[in-house]
């Protein structure tokens, strides 16, 4: 894992068995090898699959966490509980099956009990397929939850990039100048190693003047 990043902050990725949660986090990281989840899923950690990756934006690294918690019902408090973590997060339905959209609702909701005003992105994936939704209902949806909606595909890797960077995006600029540690906390973003070691970057961060 690199330590040299300023920021932390972790992402999760919610929705339906089956909606492409897991394609979707391989397609924003292709560099980690495919892994199990759905039915093969150790209990142990109650299903849930993290992984991490660095992201670079004018000049600053952030170490981001994507956590999967599977679509199964029995792992909806799972999702409250580790929603309370995350600075953001994606909620995801298939576009060719129509109950995947009307559960996508109670993700949303579930997400605005534990985290209220949080940045989050509502995925409409598999776009390749006969569609089951009319994009007018799902964009009410978002607007209804303040929320941008993209229509994904992860076998051609369409809309992916565009949705996380949004979601991503939407979490950095919260992230207040100065970074004052305890209204970061709030925003669940950590301070991470380059950031607290490197006395200049912290220093024109917080508008310092560098010792
Ligand atoms: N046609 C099509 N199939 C997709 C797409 N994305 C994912 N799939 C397929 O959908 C199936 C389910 O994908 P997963 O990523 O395992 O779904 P999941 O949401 O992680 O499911 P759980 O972990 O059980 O909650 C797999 O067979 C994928 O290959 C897509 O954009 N288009
Ligand atoms: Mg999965």
């Known amino acids: 894992m690199d330590a040299s990043y300023h920021f932390s902050f972790s992402l999760g990725v919610v929705g339906e068995s089956g909606v492409g949660k897991s394609a979707l986090v391989s397609c924003t990281q292709p560099d980690v090898d495919h892994y199990p989840t759905a039915g093969d899923d150790a209990l142990a950690d109650h299903g849930v699959r993290t992984r ?35 600075a953001g997060a994606a909620v995801v339905f298939d576009l060719s099956r129509r109950a995947t959209f009307e559960r996508a609702e109670l993700w949303l909701e579930k997400l605005d009990e534990t985290s209220p005003g949080m940045p989050r992105v509502l995925l409409g994936n598999k776009s390749d397929l006969p569609a089951d939704v009319e994009p007018e209902e799902a964009l009410q949806l978002a607007k209804k939850y303040s929320c941008k909606y993209f229509e994904t595909c992860t076998t051609q890797n369409e809309q992916v990039p565009e949705a996380f960077s949004t979601l991503i995006a939407g979490v950095v600029s919260q992230i207040p100048n100065p970074p004052e540690p305890s209204l970061l906390l709030r925003k669940r973003i950590q301070i991470g190693r380059a950031l607290a070691e490197n006395k200049s970057f912290r220093a024109a961060l917080f508008g310092m003047e560098a010792p």
């Open 52 to 86: 991490s990756h660095t992201y670079e934006s004018r000049g600053a690294k952030y170490q981001i966490t994507m956590w999967e918690v599977p679509g199964a019902p029995r792992y909806l408090n799972t999702v409250s509980r580790y929603a309370a973590m995350a």
